[in-house]
């Protein structure tokens, strides 16, 4: 019997670690530390890309991934703490700003393990996988708190389990979640699907559409306190922004906090919110 590989982790990923735990503090570098480290969860989101990319021919829905709807889930919420805007639940009066960032953090790095299974209600999958997980995490960030071990879960596995817009979600958190996961559409998320399929398959639509997008930003807007603007190299990437990306922001409990524009290069911008 061959020897399995075992999976080390990319200068991608290790840059995307490094990003993360300089932009956190408190419970939530914990948090992250305590992701960034678990080797099972690494396999998890490494698997995950196997099924997506070499089975199913879909685009990255692994460690990167997973990374990256963690940042811009992070640039989301800081530019909202910046403009006062209370998350679910300080706005609840249940919790605090870094009880929400460690239930969105747990949720971006372990929304797709579902993939593992395969992609049909892998959000519902997802949920059922990385409960354990996130009871271990959370005994160990709270272990005398149920508390907070019950609302960080909760607002994990709501993150997880409404990434595709598919189930209604209530809280601002999962709403975070939610465009975070759309927002990573640049064409780097499609280079590999991309070069390895040459024959047409089912998702290719979004394979194309996301190798056109060059740039999502997520910065500071000029009437809401976040602004999304997508810049593209041909008008399919207009299909990634308004079949999933503008779906999903129209879900989101945050949609009121959004501004989001969009424009081949060298064009018009088109506005959206």
Do not use: W
């Amino acid at each position: 019997m061959n020897d399995i590989k075992r999976n080390e982790k990319s200068p991608k990923e290790r840059a995307l670690d490094r990003k993360l735990l300089a932009m956190t503090e408190g419970k939530a570098k914990e948090t992250l530390q305590l992701l960034i480290e678990d080797e099972e969860i690494h396999a998890m989101q490494e698997y995950a890309n196997t099924v997506s990319i070499r089975r199913l021919h879909f685009n990255d829905h692994g460690p990167v991934h997973m990374r990256k709807v963690a940042l811009n889930a992070l640039t989301m919420m800081s530019l909202l703490k910046e403009a006062n805007v209370k998350l679910s639940l300080e706005e609840d009066e249940v919790g605090s700003f870094e009880e929400s960032s460690v239930g969105v953090l747990l949720a971006a790095f372990l929304h797709d393990v579902g993939m593992t299974i395969g992609r049909q209600d892998h959000e519902h999958s997802s949920m059922i996988i990385a409960a354990p997980y996130i009871d271990a995490i959370t005994q160990k960030l709270y272990p005398n708190d149920p508390v907070r071990k019950v609302i960080t879960k909760s607002v994990a596995l709501e993150g997880i389990v409404g990434h595709m817009a598919q189930q209604k979600i209530h809280s601002k958190e999962a709403g975070i979640i939610l465009i975070a996961d759309g927002c990573d559409m640049e064409k780097g998320r499609a280079r590999i699907p991309m070069s390895m399929n040459t024959e047409s398959h089912v998702g290719d639509i979004h394979k194309y559409s996301a190798s056109a997008i060059e740039k999502v930003k997520i910065q500071k807007g000029e009437e809401k306190p976040i602004r999304i603007a997508v810049e593209m190299s041909a008008s399919v990437g207009f299909f990634q922004i308004e079949e999933v990306l503008f779906s999903k922001i129209n879900s989101s409990p945050v949609k009121d906090q959004i501004e989001l524009i969009a424009n081949v290069i060298g064009r018009d911008v088109k506005r959206y919110l």
